[in-house]
Every structure is written in C-alpha cells, then in structure tokens.
Nanobody, 121 residues
C-alpha cells in the first residue's frame, strides 16, 4: 500500500489541525493504520493507531484526550484530528499501515512521506 500524509502546517498553541493519510494499492480496509511523529535528532514515536475497522483506537499518553484517530475505509483514508495543540507537538507526522501487529510500536509495513506540523507559542 502507498501512503501520503497531508494537512500539516503552522498553527498557534491551542489551535487545531486535521491530518489526512490517503492510501492506495492493497486493500486498505484490511490493514491497521497509525500515526507517528518525529522531531529531528530524536526517535520516531507512536502517536495513535486504529485497527482495520477503526474500533479500539490507541493513543500515546501525550496524545490522549487531545488527538483523535479515525478512518474511512470507503475513502481509503485515515485521519488525525489534533486539538489543543502545544509547541511540543511540533514534529514531522507520518502515517503507517500494517497487515498485523503485536504492539502499536513496531511491525509496521508501509510508511508515507511525512507532513510537518509546527505549533508556535
């Protein structure tokens, strides 16, 4: 599956952004999907994940209660609604997909190009 993330940009602290990951190729509805982020010089970190049906989402502690992952399999897309953004959310955000996962943190098969999110204070 090919993935392309979009929707990043510059926003003030407290603002919102909605990231979109468009998928093409292999049946996206059979894959788990997730969002990661990376700050230059640091490891990429898990943000949020959803199973193939979009039920039982999972979130990193830093994202819980502020971010919401959702997906529309008819549109081959997964979304990340980010509210109450903080300067520490500034990073490149990547979407990923996987056929099967044991944990949310590794085992992802496909990665899209990232989209930059910058939160100003």
């Amino acid at each position: 599956v090919q993935l392309q993330a979009s929707g990043g940009g510059l926003v003030q602290a407290g603002g919102s952004l909605r990231l979109v990951c468009a998928a093409s190729g292999r049946a996206f509805s059979t894959l788990a999907a997730g969002w990661f982020r990376q700050v230059p010089g640091k490891d990429r970190e898990f943000v949020a994940g959803a199973n193939n049906l979009g039920t039982t989402p999972a979130y990193a502690a830093s994202a819980r209660d502020r971010f919401t992952i959702s997906r529309d399999n008819a549109e081959n897309a997964v979304y990340l609604q980010m509210d109450s953004l903080k300067p520490e959310d500034t990073a490149i955000y990547y979407c990923a997909a996987a056929r099967s996962l044991r944990t949310w943190y590794n085992g992802w098969d496909s990665w899209g190009r990232g989209t930059l999110v910058t939160v100003s204070s």
